[in-house]
């Protein structure tokens, strides 16, 4: 079966990673997405490392299956260039800051007189409206102003940036689910829409319970370390040899955990009967459990853990990931053949369908790989205009 969004074309003017890694869910989807670059530059991450035989791998594992179109759209040749193809697409896609797009006659009012039918997204730092609308932004920004720095890492020590960059890559899944809604209410009444997507919007809403602890218990939610703040215990614990987690959600499992561990002796403990009396006494507790903990190695506990149906499970590095039986036998960790680079390996798609293959192997493209290509065969160049405009340095 051809993927869920085959005859799905999409137009991509975005850079970096939140762009980027939204139309790259929709390639893996099987929607064909033209990537607009800049001519001789390209994408500001394929100057990012680390470079793999000259290519930057981080480029390659968020721009997978898409078409490379070099056109410089800040020429009147090359942003009509543009045009045209969204006259031709379902989708169009942008991650400049507000504004600038409208420079070039490229922003949805204009887009829409001419495909009244076009999808059209705009990922941005903080949304195309509001007082901090034309500020730039970057994930790092984001994640401060969102506040989640306050409530990541140990408590009593400085704001931690989370590992993953989650301002970009959770505007970019927003971004998707905004666009396949649109995708869906075109199908009944015909007409696109502009979709409004900002960096810190979506920081805000993964902020979790976090808004409703500080507006219901007055106080300012800050950094618990591996810890829940509302679960006991619930986080990361050292074993023997290396770390695991353990989650303990109700009294049941609270119970088969506290014989698993050979600690019955703790159901009794007054201060530790219920998970809010654990909560509340977790000073109290963690160095009880950090000294069981260290009796056995990690394997050793979740091997315990796993026969009595407790969830717990090992710390794993990212080469742990990589090499993990489980992760790869999913299709977690894949295979592309760059046109440039040969073999590499980089993480698949997550979204698995009964009917519909999901092809995240598709390598990304090299600088204008598509150029020619597209502009003969979608938009019926012939090859001396396209001559023309490359001598010219509008593709």
Not at 29 to 41: N, Y
Request: proline residues 6%.
């Amino acid at each position: 079966m051809p993927g869920p969004l085959s005859g799905i074309r999409v137009l991509d003017l975005t850079r970096v990673l939140a762009g980027p890694y939204a139309t790259m869910v929709l390639a893996d989807l099987g929607a064909e997405v033209i990537k607009i670059e800049m001519p001789g530059r390209g994408d500001d991450s394929r100057d990012v490392g680390p470079f793999y035989k000259g290519e930057s791998a981080y480029f390659m594992s968020v721009n997978r299956g898409k078409k490379s179109v070099t056109v410089n759209a800040k020429t009147p040749e090359g942003a009509e260039i543009v045009r045209r193809l969204a006259a031709v697409c379902d989708v169009m896609i942008e991650n400049f800051r507000p504004g600038t797009v409208a420079r070039f006659g490229l922003d949805y009012d204009s887009i829409k007189q001419i495909n009244p039918r076009i999808v059209y997204a705009s990922i941005s730092g903080f949304g195309q409206t509001g007082p901090y609308t034309g500020r730039p932004a970057y994930d790092a920004i984001v994640q401060g102003m969102s506040g989640i720095a306050t409530i990541t890492g140990l408590p009593g020590h400085p704001p931690v940036r989370v590992g993953s960059s989650m301002a970009d890559l959770s505007s970019a899944l927003f971004g998707v689910i905004g666009i396949l809604s649109a995708l869906c209410v075109r199908e009944r009444t015909g007409r696109g829409q502009h979709i409004d997507l900002a960096m810190l919007d979506s920081m805000v809403a993964l902020l979790e319970n976090a808004i409703v602890r500080y507006v219901v218990e007055g106080a300012v939610p800050s950094a618990v370390g591996s810890r829940h703040p509302s679960f006991t215990p619930f986080q990361f614990f050292k074993a023997k040899d290396r770390y695991i987690s353990v989650a303990i959600g109700n009294e049941s499992l609270w119970e088969r955990f506290c014989r698993t561990i050979g600690r019955p002796d703790l159901l009794d403990d007054a201060d530790f009967k219920t998970n809010a009396l654990r909560t509340e006494h977790h000073d109290a507790l963690e160095p009880i459990l950090a000294e069981v903990f260290a009796r056995r190695t990690a394997d050793e506990w979740v091997g315990l853990f796993e026969e009595a149906g407790i969830p717990a499970g090992p710390i794993n590095t990212i080469a742990d990931v990589v090499n993990d039986p489980h992760i790869n036998e999913r299709g977690m960790i894949i295979e592309m053949v760059h046109t440039a680079a040969g073999k590499l390996k980089v993480a698949g798609s997550p979204i698995n369908l009964s009917e519909n293959k999901i092809e995240s192997g598709r390598p990304a493209p090299v600088l204008g790989e598509h150029t020619e290509e597209v502009l003969a065969g979608l938009l019926g160049m012939k090859s001396e205009v396209i001559a023309q405009l490359r001598e010219s340095n509008v593709i």
